[in-house]
């Protein structure tokens, strides 16, 4: 396996360049270097996963690591993963009119000091890595799009595009990330950004109820349920393109992990399920087609991942559900649902 990490943290700016600098961001960086260096699933294959201020000064030194970075993924059972901290922009007046992100020579309203993150998604999805995530903690990554094929942000034509997620600080119409440490975490993760204190949170306690890896929908849950028990903080968004939620992505650190031991019988239960693993567990959840169908409905009624989850678990229902009696129970749960505009 071939399969690599970056951490781009920018937290220090010129003095004359309007852009505020916060400590969080140097911390929560070096927080993700620990974290990948101890991690079973990134020690051996992270080198000095996180770049040094020479190299994030400029978005030359930026995408000079990154391009080596993407390019080390070889095949389907690699990984790319490129965690960016720092601060987000957004012009409309600028061709495109995309996310830029900050990097150490930027200047406050001088977008062309900035790095564009066309740029940065060109050279995630050149790589042959079957997996490629994205990792935003900063203001406006909400408005960061999918990095398949559907994208507005087309890339390189004709390059691998399937296996990608992006995760981001802030989701819905929310846009302005915190930058202020989170005094509800444990040290030393309280000196982080609250989104990537949380995440890393997440992989240093690990979820006592999930499997041996994190997977990717594993990691958006307990950030979600983290946050919210904060009770502060902005949700975060995923966007899959050809991942599953069932792809691992670190390794699950909690100590007495607790398998399952009985069937899920309940709407919430599946919801949870086909979050944190995806379409992995569909067949069994088809077997009981006016459930599934009160699944979807629940699904579609929530967040953008929700209602992509929903409309990937309709497209396969037809496949699941050959006998025309099965379907029916499924449908008739989801229709009234669609007609009274649910």
Same mark, same amino acid.
């Given at each position: ?19 505020? =600098? ?20 990134? =020690? ?182 983290? /946050? ?9 968004? /995923? ?78 229902? =037809? ?20 007609? =009274?505009?649910?």
């Amino acid at each position: 396996m071939a399969s690599r990490a970056l951490v781009i943290g920018v937290g220090s700016y010129d003095e004359d360049s309007g852009v505020h =600098g916060y400590p969080t961001i140097d911390a929560s960086a070096r927080a993700y270097g620990t974290a990948l260096t101890r991690d079973p699933r990134w =020690g051996a294959a992270t080198r000095t996963p996180v770049l040094e201020p020479r190299e994030t000064r400029t978005a030359d030194g930026v995408m000079r690591a990154l391009h080596e970075a993407a390019a080390a993924g070889e095949g389907p059972r690699d990984t790319l993963l490129v965690v960016y901290v720092g601060h987000g922009a957004y012009w409309q007046d600028v061709p495109g009119g995309q996310v830029h992100f900050a990097v150490g020579s930027s200047r406050i309203n001088e977008p062309w000091t900035w790095l564009s993150a066309w740029y940065v998604y060109r050279a995630i999805r050149k790589s042959k890595a079957g997996l490629k995530v994205l990792i935003a903690d900063c203001c406006y990554s909400n408005m960061l799009p999918h990095l398949g094929p559907e994208s507005a942000l087309p890339g390189a034509l004709g390059t691998r595009a399937q296996g990608t997620c992006v995760l981001t600080a802030v989701g819905g119409s929310v846009h302005n990330a915190w930058a202020g440490a989170c005094e509800n975490l444990p040290g030393p993760l309280d000196a982080c950004t609250p989104f990537s204190g949380h995440l890393l949170n997440v992989l240093g306690q690990g979820m006592p109820d999930h499997a041996d890896d994190l997977t990717l929908g594993a990691l958006r849950a307990g950030i979600d349920e983290g /946050m919210q028990e904060c009770g502060v903080h902005h949700r975060p968004r /995923m966007l899959l393109n050809d991942a599953s939620e069932a792809a691992p992505l670190f390794t699950n650190h909690a100590k007495g992990r607790r398998p399952r031991t009985r069937a899920l019988d309940t709407v919430d239960e599946w919801v949870r399920e086909l979050l944190l693993n995806g379409e992995r567990s569909l067949p069994d959840l088809m077997r009981r087609p006016d459930l599934a169908g009160r699944v979807v409905v629940r699904l579609k009624a929530g967040d953008e991942q929700r209602r992509d989850l929903a409309r990937r678990v309709d497209r396969r229902a =037809g496949e699941l559900l050959p006998d025309p009696v099965d379907f029916v129970r499924y449908w008739g749960e989801i229709e009234p649902a669609m007609l =009274g505009g649910g």
